[in-house]
């Protein structure tokens, strides 16, 4: 018996995978008539070292997030997702969606694409997915 997933957590960055995966997680929702939750996450520590202020970088950007998400729950909307809620946060991406986010929605599900658009950081500290992964608190679908 397969199961069903009621509320499904995807994260998206703008980048390739992260659409190929809010695609997925559009069509698990529907199939399972669940809940969707949209996530993108401001990294502080990213906006922390520009050298412009970082309080109105990281507003800049969180504004910029908002428009962004308003598109993703519209398309959402009109592929027929009843429960749409999208989530902006300024944080560590790893942590907010491994940990913050399923715990606050009781996420059953998390898509994540299998690389975003953080070559640097990855190099440096490793891949958001790769965390997500080994720490989420349900089952995690990786899409390529």
């Known amino acids: 018996m397969l199961r069903e997933y009621k509320n499904i957590l995807v994260a998206v960055d703008s980048s390739k995978n992260s659409e190929v995966a809010f695609n997925e997680a559009m069509r698990i929702a529907k199939e399972n008539n669940g809940s969707l939750y949209i996530a993108c996450i401001v990294n502080e520590i990213e906006v922390t070292y520009s050298s412009f202020a970082p309080s109105k970088i990281l507003q800049q950007e969180k504004e910029a997030i908002e428009v962004e998400l308003l598109k993703k729950v519209h398309d959402a909307d009109e592929f027929g997702i009843a429960e749409i809620t999208p989530i902006v946060e300024i944080g560590d991406p790893k942590h907010v969606i491994s940990t913050v986010i399923p715990e ?3 996420i ?4 994540i694409g299998a690389t975003g658009k953080g070559a640097l950081q990855r190099a440096k500290v490793g891949t958001t997915t790769s965390y997500v992964v080994e720490h989420a608190p349900c089952n995690v679908l990786v899409v390529r």
């Open 104 to 106: 606050q929605h009781a």
């Open 108 to 111: 059953d599900l998390i898509v």
